[in-house]
């Protein structure tokens, strides 16, 4: 059942390519429906759609046919330009190859998406300066603040990225394998950053991932075969609380976001 | 971010690129100065193709990057505005020593070895007609650059993403 109230709803979405004569579908009639502090987890083998359905969400490509409505607004009467307000309002992209500006430092690339928006006073600057160190901190990356792309492996790349998308308090965050080259300690520490989001500002999350420790905390997990979207329960341990997951008790510090 | 201050660490970084064209503006404008006005035309198509090829070089390996800042809210004109003003910097770079080392070598033959050595009706240049070659070779170069500007701004943002980074390349 669609609710206008869910921070984002996708109904009978379909995506498809042309090669040529060819057509490649790549989403079939997908319907969804995420609430605000929800965590969605979308799994699936590799070219089955993830990042299309991703791209789709995150208005980067429109959908071939279907209803998406983002934060109440439905995207298919917008323009272009509207639609990038919205997208830059409302959501924070963790891309899967981190895409970080090699020219910038690991800060001025967390920052970035504020410095795009709009120029800043020297106290918004500050300000901005003073939220990206944080969130760095918050990633385990305070001392790597000075650092460009090249310097950092890729790991670390992938949690600047993940500082990126959160700088701007989005009210969903588009998550493609936003864990995949992260360790132990270091996946810890983003998932917490993740779970308090959800818990202060209400964030949802929707990510790609095959990552069974981050399945755990996710709200749903839903699974994405040959664009085709549906319910997947196989591979969570049957004890674990799912919708309890995502506000499971954590070690962490209280940081406004 | 301002677009200016992006095209400046961009061109500052000093990709083999970016040094590669500024040699080339700068060689083109120091025989600009010296050459006379039937060679002024191919030095300033030079000029043109240089900056025309270094942006739509620079838009094409930078496709991702690219593609990010537009997913993150940067807006197609200012895009353009930083892919112009990085070729205003590369141009920039090169024009001003190029025309520097032409005025000088003009210069030189002027006092040093006579006008002789000099085509017909040329001499070294007045500090206005420095000025003016300068504003040519800048006018010529960003109207070049502006085709790849608009062409990369236009370009779709999910598949300059999708786009490999280098060491995934291989």
């Known amino acids: ?28 009639d997908i319907g969804l429906q995420v609430d605000a502090g929800e965590m969605v987890a979308v799994c699936g083998p590799s070219g089955h759609g993830k990042t299309t359905l991703l791209n789709v969400i995150g208005l980067l490509e429109p959908a071939c ?28 992209p963790v891309f899967q190859c981190f895409t970080l500006i090699p020219v910038m430092t690991a800060r001025d690339n967390v920052m970035l998406p ?73 996946l810890r520490m983003v998932l917490e950053l993740f779970t308090a989001c959800q818990r202060e500002q209400g964030t949802a999350f929707v990510i790609t991932t095959r990552d069974q420790r981050q399945l755990v905390r996710a709200s749903r997990t839903l699974q994405l075969n040959e664009g085709r979207l549906g ?21 962490t510090t209280r940081v406004a976001v | 971010m301002t677009p200016a201050r992006l095209a400046l660490r961009t061109v500052r970084r000093g990709r083999p690129r970016v040094r590669a064209a500024m040699l080339a503006v700068a060689g083109a404008a120091c ?58 910097w590369i141009t920039c770079g090169g ?3 190029g025309l520097g080392i032409g005025a000088a070598a003009a210069w030189s033959a002027q006092h040093i070895a006579g006008m002789s050595c000099l085509p017909p009706g040329q001499g070294a240049a007045t500090l206005s007609g420095l000025g003016l070659l300068l ?11 502006l085709v790849p500007a608009i062409r990369a701004a236009r370009r779709d943002v999910a598949p300059g993403l999708a786009v490999l980074p280098p060491h995934q390349e291989a």
């Open chain 1, 114 to 186: 504020l410095l795009l928006r709009r120029r800043l006073t020297r106290p918004e600057r500050s300000d901005a300066q003073a939220l990206a160190t944080e969130l760095l901190a918050r990633v385990g990356l305070a001392s790597h603040i000075h650092h460009r792309p090249a310097r950092l492996d890729p790991g670390q790349c992938q949690r600047v990225a993940i500082a990126r998308a959160l700088v701007t308090r989005p009210r969903l965050v588009l998550a493609d394998e936003p864990t995949s080259r992260l360790d132990g300690s270091a």
């Open chain 2, 135 to 145: 504003a040519l070779v800048i006018g010529v170069a960003l109207l070049a650059s």
């Open chain 2, 95 to 97: 024009a001003l020593p």
């Open chain 1, 1 to 28: 059942m669609q609710t206008e109230a869910a921070l984002l709803s996708l109904s009978g979405i379909h995506k498809h390519y042309r090669h040529g004569e060819s057509s490649v579908h790549a989403l079939c």
């Open chain 1, 231 to 251: 319910p997947r329960q196989a591979d969570l341990p049957r004890h674990f609380p799912r919708h309890a997951a995502a506000h499971a008790p954590l070690h």
């Open chain 1, 65 to 92: 046919a279907g209803r998406l409505v983002l934060d109440g607004v439905d995207v298919a009467g917008l323009d272009e330009s509207a639609r990038v307000a919205l997208r830059v309002r409302t959501i924070g």
């Open chain 2, 31 to 88: 025989m600009l100065e010296l050459g006379t006005g039937e060679m002024r035309l191919p030095v300033l198509s030079l000029v043109a193709c240089v900056s025309a090829a270094a942006t739509a070089l620079q838009t094409l390996s930078r496709r991702r990057e690219l593609a990010t800042l537009r997913a993150l809210g940067m807006s197609g004109p200012s895009l353009v505005l930083m892919l112009e003003l990085e070729a205003l």
